[in-house]
């Protein structure tokens, strides 16, 4: 079962989104924080394999808390939350290394969804922001020379998988090759890309026109 810290400053909204988590049958909410500084404290204390952080939290807001929480935990895969599809705080989230971003307004299973995805190394960008992100990284000047593209057709093939959101073990069976052969491909493609996740090895892959 995969873990989940909940930060969210509205208690219905926390509430909510605790109870459509639990009902699935595949998720437990092991901490709960209605403030960036309690969440970030619970998060440490808790160690969950998924954060879903409201990005307008009281005090340390949530792209802080993100950028916080990715110096003390590697591993943890983030969701960002937010009422808005505003895109300085999309760009802000994912500059400070947020996996997911989705829309409180838009259907209650894309959060869903984004839980299932990162927590399987995936990256996940909600419907209603995508064009955000395509619009900044997606639309490059020219496509580079060959000779500028560091990865092989391989590791292009995966790292395109990987931007639409898809985790190791889908991967894996969609190409026929072992998970561990993936795992290889993707680090790989972070240190050719200068990428610390996968989420800023899609969207270097995008700004550069390499996917």
């Given at each position: 079962?995969?873990?989940?810290?909940?930060?969210?400053?509205?208690?219905?909204?926390?509430?909510?989104?605790?109870?459509?988590?639990?009902?699935?049958?595949?998720?437990?909410?092991?901490?709960?924080?209605?403030?960036?500084?309690?969440?970030?404290?619970?998060?440490?204390?808790?160690?969950?394999?998924?954060?879903?952080?409201?990005?307008?939290?009281?005090?340390?807001?949530?792209?802080?808390?993100?950028?916080?929480?990715?110096?003390?935990?590697?591993?943890?895969?983030?969701?960002?939350?937010?009422?808005?599809?505003?895109?300085?705080?999309?760009?802000?989230?994912?500059?400070?290394?947020?996996?997911?971003?989705?829309?409180?307004?838009?259907?209650?299973?894309?959060?869903?969804?984004?839980?299932?995805?990162?927590?399987?190394?995936?990256?996940?960008?909600?419907?209603?922001?995508?064009?955000?992100?395509?619009?900044?990284?997606?639309?490059?000047?020219?496509?580079?020379?060959?000779?500028?593209?560091?990865?092989t057709l391989r590791e292009?093939?995966?790292?395109?998988?990987?931007?639409?959101?898809?985790?190791?073990?889908?991967?894996?069976?969609?190409?026929?090759?072992?998970?561990?052969?993936?795992?290889?491909?993707?680090?790989?493609?972070l240190e050719k890309l200068?990428?610390?996740?996968?989420?800023?090895?899609?969207v270097t892959a995008l700004?550069?026109?390499?996917?």
């Amino acid at each position: 079962m995969t873990t989940v810290a909940l930060v969210e400053d509205h208690a219905l909204t926390r509430a909510g989104v605790k109870t459509a988590l639990a009902a699935t049958g595949e998720f437990e909410v092991v901490a709960e924080a209605s403030d960036g500084t309690g969440g970030f404290d619970e998060i440490l204390r808790t160690r969950p394999d998924v954060a879903v952080i409201d990005i307008g939290l009281p005090g340390i807001d949530g792209i802080e808390l993100t950028r916080r929480l990715r110096t003390q935990l590697k591993e943890l895969r983030i969701v960002i939350l937010t009422m808005h599809d505003i895109d300085r705080e999309i760009l802000a989230a994912l500059a400070a290394g947020a996996d997911a971003y989705v829309v409180k307004a838009s259907d209650p299973s894309n959060l869903l969804t984004a839980v299932r995805v990162v927590a399987e190394g995936g990256a996940y960008f909600d419907p209603q922001i995508a064009h955000v992100v395509l619009r900044h990284f997606g639309a490059p000047a020219a496509t580079p020379p060959a000779r500028d593209n560091p990865l092989t057709l391989r590791e292009l093939e995966i790292l395109r998988l990987v931007a639409d959101g898809i985790g190791n073990a889908e991967i894996a069976e969609r190409l026929y090759l072992g998970l561990g052969t993936v795992k290889g491909h993707i680090r790989d493609i972070l240190e050719k890309l200068s990428a610390t996740d996968r989420t800023q090895a899609a969207v270097t892959a995008l700004r550069r026109g390499l996917i």
